[in-house]
């Protein structure tokens, strides 16, 4: 009754029933055919759902008009904001760039607690290696601050996504937080490596600040990302393409 594809690479396939597809990356401006294939490709969809408000709006303006905007859906959490800083991330090379950045602010205080396979990469002193981890919620249950470096790539960092439900004290690097919605922020935008961690120094020295930006990520995952309205609006949607035919 209905077709989904995941990623553009496969909307080009024929369907005789009605076709969506979740594009998770915009991949235009890295693929060799650019924009043109992709919008080709995406315009046999009968919707494309899209986790990015950036990537949504980059495909009205090229044509592909039947989008609708659906982030990935983590179920909001009550967690202690503690003073401790964390960084969490793929060793991808766009996290590395992110974490050179910082690095290169050259700081002994706060230590970082570097989580995921990036912290392989987390050779200067500044950082705290913890490594992997098998509780989804350890990063976030040990430490209050969590910093956003990561500025190359395409769709929405998850991992903003998760500090936001977990009501995190969130530092971001400007253009961490890409495909989010910008009317409201849940966050401290920065422009340094140096802003960023005297930011981090001043969460981490006041509680009352932690706890504020803490409420504001909590009401920014309320009014935009929480798990039941994304979950159930999609579901809708479904049900209207199966409708319709």
């Known amino acids: 009754n209905l077709v989904v ?3 553009s690479y496969w909307s080009w396939l024929p369907a005789t029933c009605p076709k969506a597809c ?3 990356d915009l991949w235009s401006n890295y693929m060799w055919e650019g924009m043109r294939r992709e919008v080709q490709d995406l315009s ?3 919707q494309v759902f899209v986790i990015s408000r950036s990537e949504e709006k980059q495909l009205r303006e090229a044509g592909v008009h039947r989008t609708f905007w659906s982030p990935p859906a983590f179920p909001g959490r009550e967690l202690p904001v503690t003073g401790e800083v964390g960084l969490v991330g793929s060793n991808s090379l766009f996290n590395r760039e992110g974490l050179s950045w910082l ?9 970082i607690r570097v989580y995921g396979k990036l912290a392989a990469a987390a050779e200067a002193p500044m950082f705290n290696r913890v490594g992997t981890y098998s509780d989804h919620d350890q990063p ?3 430490c209050g601050i969590i910093l956003f470096t ?3 790539g395409m769709g929405v960092q998850i991992k903003t996504i998760e500090a936001l439900a977990a009501g995190r004290a969130i530092i971001a690097r400007r253009g961490a937080a890409r495909g989010l919605p910008t009317d409201t922020k849940g966050w401290i935008e920065v422009d340094t490596p140096e802003e960023m961690i005297s930011t981090a120094k001043r969460l981490q020295d006041d509680l009352s600040l932690r706890e504020r930006q803490s409420f504001a990520a909590r009401e920014y995952y309320r009014l935009h990302l929480d798990s039941r309205k994304i979950l159930s609006n999609l579901a809708a949607e479904y049900e ?3 409708k319709n035919g």
Do not use: Q
């Not at 690095?103 to 230590?111: K, M, V």
């Open 140 to 142: 976030y249950r040990e």
């Open 44 to 46: 046999t969809c009968g």
């Open 5 to 7: 594809t995941n990623y």
């Open 22 to 24: 979740v594009l998770l």
């Open 150 to 152: 990561t500025v190359l």
């Open 240 to 242: 209207k393409m199966l």
């Open 103 to 111: 690095a290169s602010a050259h700081a002994s205080h706060p230590r």
